[in-house]
């Protein structure tokens, strides 16, 4: 009987271990899909987007490419990375897309957040179902930390 317990608390932890990478996991790969576009950002084209318009989820104004970079018409960006009308964003195209990418810092912290969202998370499976309390307190302030950073900047 207590062999049978044991083996049952073994296999629930590896169960619980196995959600919280894969929440880890997804996270990551959520994040990697625009955060690849700002840190690669090499041979892609580069700009300056002045915002002039803002509806629904996505605002749109003039791109000045940098020297170097291709003219683009018709680009957009997503409204949770541009504040304010006529405000001057640094971007990147994403290739094949007429979908503009925030950079710099700002860029960087905002294409993370699901990251960020994944560890906290994670940090409620790894302290309430693995008891590893130090571990969880780790990746929630990592979490909560890349939030707050990404709040801030943008």
């Known amino acids: 009987m207590k062999r049978s317990r044991g083996v049952l608390s073994y296999a629930c932890r590896a169960v619980l271990g196995c959600v919280a990478a894969l929440i880890v996991v997804a996270g990551f790969w959520s994040s990697w899909g625009t955060a690849q576009h ?72 905002h294409a993370w957040v699901p990251l960020g969202g994944a560890l906290l998370l994670a940090a409620l499976v790894v302290a309430g179902g693995l008891r590893m309390t130090r571990t969880a307190w780790v990746a929630g302030v990592a979490g909560a930390g890349l939030l707050v950073a990404a709040f801030v900047a943008l």
């Open 38 to 109: 700002v840190l690669l950002a090499k041979g892609r084209d580069h700009g300056t987007l002045t915002v002039s318009s803002c509806t629904g989820k996505v605002c749109t104004g003039r791109y000045v490419p940098s020297a170097g970079s291709a003219p683009h018409a018709g680009l957009w960006i997503d409204r949770s990375t541009a504040a304010k009308k006529s405000e001057r964003l640094p971007v990147v195209v994403r290739p094949g897309s007429d979908e503009a990418i925030r950079t710099g810092a700002a860029g960087a912290l």
